[in-house]
């Protein structure tokens, strides 16, 4: 007999304890959720790939499971998406929430989670608690929205609230692997952000948008381990509105241009620079360039 914390015993059937509930638990959520997209898996191999460690078909530690959730809440009206992460030992360790929902301001967000985390820690180690949790959601997020309108009421003393508005210039060695540039697409067009991902060598993405959605969104692309990336440039700015009006581009895409030479996707596939600030200066970004290059654009006007 192992003294206190049997859990540490034998951590491989522990671990395989963990993803058996944790299976129990998606399934659960698969029939409260039927519809497509409901439930919507980070990676859509990930239930496989941990049936077939569970099998003993596969040996590497399958990634953990990661979904968003959109859940309808009826009064007043709205949508929340709760954002999931079960770690590997999940439920004997604690689980990753976060709701978000554009109808909340920054602080009404911030009190929903820390109220949506205080409740969650009441259960104990073992205990599954996703279904308990989007339980929570329904029955308490109406108050954080009803604080929120009040905030709003137009009143002779409201002041405006301001919000900063960013830009983010990212510069990487290389963008290639098919994996990350739907991963990079996918949290650009999920979050409330707009700009472009250029793959190839070097890699360059830009996003813009409020400074939580940006940060988020550098944050979420970056982990859990890509080193050879960094920010070479911001430029922010204090707005009143809804920030539409300082975007220089209208959606998130991916920007292939022409590479030099036919190499395809292969490490000697350089971007073609010319085109890319052609690109800038369509966006009134030529000033950019210097900064991720290094090397002044020659410009006509000058």
């Known amino acids: 007999m192992t003294g206190k914390g049997g859990f540490g015993g034998s951590m491989s059937a522990s671990m395989k304890e963990c993803l058996q509930l944790q299976l129990l ?4 959520l698969f029939s409260m959720f039927p519809n497509q997209g409901e439930v919507k898996l980070e990676d859509v191999n990930v239930l496989t790939n941990i049936k077939r460690y569970l099998e003993g078909k596969r040996e590497a530690l399958p990634p953990k ?28 360790v604690a689980l990753q929430l976060f709701g978000r929902s554009p109808e909340l301001d920054r602080q009404q967000q911030l009190l929903l989670n820390k109220g949506l ?6 259960f104990d180690p073992g205990e599954l608690c996703v279904c308990a949790a989007i ?12 604080n929120r309108k009040l905030v709003y009421e137009p009143s002779t003393q409201a002041k405006p ?48 948008g409020f400074k939580e959605h940006c940060e988020e969104f550098w944050h979420t692309i970056r ?4 080193k050879h990336i960094s ?19 209208h959606s998130f895409e991916e920007l292939l241009l022409e590479a030099h030479g036919d190499y395809g996707l292969r490490n000697d596939y350089h971007m073609n620079l010319g085109q890319f600030l052609e690109f800038l200066k369509k966006h009134k970004s030529e000033h950019v360039f210097q900064i991720l290059f290094g090397i002044e654009s020659k410009s006509s006007d000058s």
């Open 231 to 249: 920010c070479k440039h911001a430029e922010s700015v204090e707005t009143e509105g809804n920030g539409e009006d300082l975007r220089l581009f």
């Open 65 to 92: 499971i990661e979904f968003v959730i959109t859940l309808q809440i009826e009064e007043p009206k709205v949508k929340i998406d709760l954002q999931v992460t079960m770690p590997h030992s999940y439920p004997y």
């Open 117 to 122: 985390t205080s409740y969650i820690g009441t």
């Open 223 to 226: 982990y859990p381990n890509w």
């Open 25 to 28: 638990e998606m399934e659960m």
């Open 161 to 208: 609230v301001k919000n900063t508005f960013l830009r983010m210039w990212i510069y990487s060695h290389h963008i290639y692997q098919q994996d990350l540039r739907k991963k990079i697409l996918d949290v650009g067009k999920r979050l409330d952000v707009t700009g472009f991902c250029m793959t190839g060598k070097p890699g360059i993405i830009c996003v813009e």
């Open 135 to 146: 339980q929570w959601l329904q029955d308490n997020s109406a108050s954080y929205f009803l």
